[in-house]
């Protein structure tokens, strides 16, 4: 058989593959598809022809549709070219970064930062630069996907546990018997919104030699908390409103970052355009840190109106269970003027599949009061049709 027919076979293999696989991911409702979606400022979105008010984003701050944002953006591409040419360690190490990193370091509080291609990267590399076979890892069990596949790549032991429970996580380092012990978690659980009580979990690392790295990437320039972990991930790509990834620690950490961070030193470097964002909107998030608050005010007025717990975050997750149901609402929303993604698993635990809900400081007050009004009328009719 000629090559050209053996490589026509295998492409055909491949097809019922995948049609294989997605049948399967059908048949339990998780199938999903990309959206083409036109954002403009003040959380409104374009989709399928419909305009919608968009309670989605991890826009938290507005900065990504900011006019002074875009404008930096665009300056910095003019000056510094559309892409960075290469890695950073050999040409792709554009001026703007050692102006982000320290503005950065300096909002963290640490004496020096790098920054990622993405928040993903950030934590695919630093976790294995930390950790190698023989150490433990522990992790909370609902860390985001990126922080189980760095533990898992470091080889080290790698066990999680119970969400936010200090005294689980003291009792697991207390049987451990590994040398070096890494403890990560994050400090705003992207699908639920809630807080790490890092005060705890950093006692606990204390008392038992373990060190302790957060991710930061939903809470940072929104939720304003102490935080003692001596390295402090986090993204650009959320309340900056641009793209990114970054960490901040020790300066020799960052410096053996440089040299062994896999995901940095075999990594084209960001384009120009993303670094320019970036500085303005770490400037603007300092001047106005009112835009916070404000975002945090909208999701607490939201979860007293529906008679939720009350937000801790700009995130605020309406769990219903059933994946039918939560494409149902979302839908339902929709066709009523709202934006508000259905969330289900592998993303989170089966069962919980949920209406996430965040909100951003370019919403208005009126915005947030109807998106409440509609939940309340969606409730209603699935109340009367049980």
């Known amino acids: ?103 950065l370091a300096a909002m963290k509080g640490t004496e020096a930062a790098l920054v990622f291609g993405s928040g993903y990267l950030a934590n695919i590399s630093v976790i294995p630069v930390l950790a190698r076979p023989g150490d433990h890892i522990l992790l909370d069990a609902l860390s985001h996907a990126c922080m189980h596949a760095g533990a898992r790549l470091s080889g080290a032991i790698v066990e999680t546990f119970r969400h936010n429970d200090a005294e689980d996580l003291r009792a697991r380092l207390a049987a451990s018997a590994a040398a070096r012990k890494l403890v990560l978690t994050e400090t705003v659980f992207s699908m639920d919104g809630d807080l790490a009580p890092l005060d705890a979990i950093a006692e606990a690392c204390a008392d038992h030699g373990a060190w302790m790295m957060t991710d930061d990437a939903h809470g940072f320039g929104v939720v304003d908390a102490p935080n003692p972990a001596p390295l402090q991930m986090g993204t650009l790509s959320k309340a900056a409103g641009g793209y990114g990834g970054y960490v901040c620690g020790p300066r020799p950490f960052i410096d053996l970052l440089i040299n062994r961070a896999r995901g940095f030193v075999f990594t084209t470097g960001l384009p120009p355009a993303a670094l320019g964002a970036a500085i303005e909107a770490l400037r603007i998030m300092k001047a106005e840190p009112a835009r916070g608050a404000r975002a945090l005010a909208h999701a607490r007025r939201f979860s007293r109106a529906l008679d939720l717990p009350a937000a801790q975050s700009a995130i605020v997750p309406v769990i219903l269970g059933s994946a039918d149901e939560t494409l149902a609402q979302s839908q339902w929303l929709a066709e009523n003027g709202f934006l508000v993604t259905a969330i289900r698993p592998p993303t989170v635990p089966a069962g919980t599949a949920r209406l996430r809900v965040s909100f951003s400081s370019g919403h208005r007050q009126e915005d947030v009061e109807a998106l409440c009004e509609a939940m309340k009328q969606m409730q209603a009719m699935a109340k009367a049709e049980a």
């Open 1 to 103: 058989m000629a090559t050209s027919d053996r490589m026509a076979a295998a492409r055909r293999a491949i097809a019922e593959f995948a049609e294989e696989k997605l049948d399967r991911i059908r048949a339990r409702s998780l199938h999903r598809r990309l959206r083409p979606t036109l954002r403009s400022e003040g959380g409104r979105a374009d989709r399928e022809g419909r305009r919608l008010v968009s309670f989605s984003d991890n826009d938290y701050l507005g900065l990504s549709t900011d006019p002074r944002v875009k404008q930096a953006a665009a300056d910095a591409a003019l000056r510094h070219g559309a892409g960075a040419g290469a890695s950073r360690l050999v040409t792709g190490d554009c001026p703007l970064y050692a102006e982000l990193e320290a503005a």
